[in-house]
């Protein structure tokens, strides 16, 4: 016999019957248009395979517990369950389709996370105690400027009003700061790098 | 006339499911079965 001439509706109820065929004809039949409605909303193989499967299943479960209602709409209400699974996938992935990042433009280049991690911000905090320690060890005038400037943001001209030096006498004394704190660094193999 | 710079979609005859996807659905259907117990129902999945 024709499987074409076969209606839906047949199909179905010889498949309820036990007829393990006749579902095979039902999916060979129907499998593209289902098929490429998934892939009209995804956009992306590997979904639309398990969405389809995931429908066929459904339409299994129902067919076998008897809980379908033949109207002589077979392929609408396997479409609608396809569409609800489609649904739900973006639900789950709590966004409309993916930006596909195929192309030479990355948007990543452009949007970053710049919110440390936790490792990071170990790493980071690490950082800072060690120049802490590393200031602690210079003399106390050029420990002063540094602490002024780094820290309190204050301007040298600030800096030599609140000390009671000139500005170069500050600058001088800052420039020393930095190089003494890179010698201890040197000879300690401290590293400051994040 | 305005010039449309939106990507057409790709033309793909080949939109059809896999050999895979299809065989593994009837055999779960064949491994599948609805045991009715008064009024309930219980699947069983028989390989």
Partial sequence: MNKELIQDAALVSDYINGNENA???????????????????????????????D???????????????????????????????????????????????????????????SSLNAEKTIIKNQVESDVRRVIEELPEDQKQVLLMRMYQDMSFKEISERTGVSINTALGRMRYALINMRKVIEQNNIILTN | MAKIYSNPFPKNDNLKPKDETISHLLNYSKALSVINYNKLKFEALLN
């Fill in chain 1, 23 to 53: 579902l095979s004809i039902l999916i060979e039949r129907h499998k593209q248009k289902i098929y490429s409605f998934i892939y009209s909303k995804v956009y992306d193989r590997d979904i639309t395979e398990d969405v389809f499967q």
């Fill in chain 1, 55 to 113: 429908t066929f299943i459904k339409v299994i479960r129902t067919l076998k517990r008897g809980k379908y209602n033949e109207e002589g709409k077979f392929l609408p209400w396997v479409m609608r369950i396809a569409h609800n699974l489609v649904i739900d996938h973006f639900r789950k992935n709590k966004r409309m389709p993916k930006f596909d990042n195929t192309g030479e433009f990355s948007i990543f280049s452009v949007l970053s996370d």
